[in-house]
Nanobody, 126 residues
């Protein structure tokens, strides 16, 4: 089992920045790739970013590429999502998730993930 707890969400003006954290406990965190997803009201949960177990491979959704940066610290068992140049359309509940070994393209799919956090709200005002 892996327990994931997100933090760092909040209210920010358009153009601002936030850094989300996802703290993991339980089984060896470095054994899992980690992803960030988001879900806006009335919409499906969508992929934002993912990072491999070692941090050597990183994937982004086109909508956040160049604005968001995912990173991880396997000593601290924490994954981060730095979000810059935030837009109102980034408003959503952000979830982190952990997955065992998968093909790279699968990390963009919710079904690839075995463990999920409870989510943290990000609201971007215009």
């Amino acid at each position: 089992q892996v327990q994931l707890v997100e933090s760092g969400g909040g209210l920010v003006q358009a153009g601002g920045s936030l850094r989300l954290s996802c703290a993991a406990s339980g089984r060896t965190f470095s054994s899992y790739a980690t992803g960030w997803f988001r879900q806006a009201p009335g919409k499906e949960r969508e992929f934002v970013a993912a990072i491999s177990r070692s941090g050597g491979s990183i994937y982004y959704a086109d909508s956040v590429k160049g604005r968001f940066a995912i990173s991880r610290d396997n000593v601290k068992n924490t994954v981060y999502l730095r979000m810059n140049s935030l837009k109102p359309e980034d408003t959503a509940v952000y979830y982190c998730a952990a997955a065992g070994p998968k093909a790279a393209w699968e990390y963009r799919r919710t079904y690839a993930y075995d463990y999920w956090g409870q989510g943290t709200q990000v609201t971007v005002s215009s």
